[in-house]
Nanobody, 123 residues
Framework: QVQLVESGGGLVQAGASLRLSCAASGRTFSSYNMGWFRQAPGKEREFVAVISWRGVSAYYTDSVKGRFTISRDNAKNTVYLQMNSLKPEDTAVYYC????????????????WGQGTQVTVSS
């Protein structure tokens, strides 16, 4: 069992930066692929980024490439999402997910989810 708690969301202006954190419980964090999804009002949850269990591989959805960076610190059981050059269309609830198996790509399918953190980008 893995419990995930996101933090770091907030209200910012377009062009600003935010860093989201996702703290995980459990001793097996380092064996999980970790990723981020987001859900905007009235839209389905969409994949944002994923990082492999050792942090060697990462994959991003096209709309955030070059602006967002996913990273992890296995010693702290934490995964991060650094978001730069934020746009109003990045406004969403951001969710952290963990998967014990599976692809490090768009097909990333978490076994566990956090509760989400709100990111609002004003124009």
């Amino acid at each position: 069992q893995v419990q995930l708690v996101e933090s770091g969301g907030g209200l910012v202006q377009a062009g600003a930066s935010l860093r989201l954190s996702c703290a995980a419980s459990g001793r097996t964090f380092s064996s999980y692929n970790m990723g981020w999804f987001r859900q905007a009002p009235g839209k389905e949850r969409e994949f944002v980024a994923v990082i492999s269990w050792r942090g060697v591989s990462a994959y991003y959805t096209d709309s955030v490439k070059g602006r967002f960076t996913i990273s992890r610190d296995n010693a702290k059981n934490t995964v991060y999402l650094q978001m730069n050059s934020l746009k109003p269309e990045d406004t969403a609830v951001y969710y952290c997910g963990a998967a014990s198996l599976g692809v490090v790509g768009r097909g990333f399918a978490p076994d566990y989810w956090g509760q989400g953190t709100q990111v609002t980008v004003s124009s």
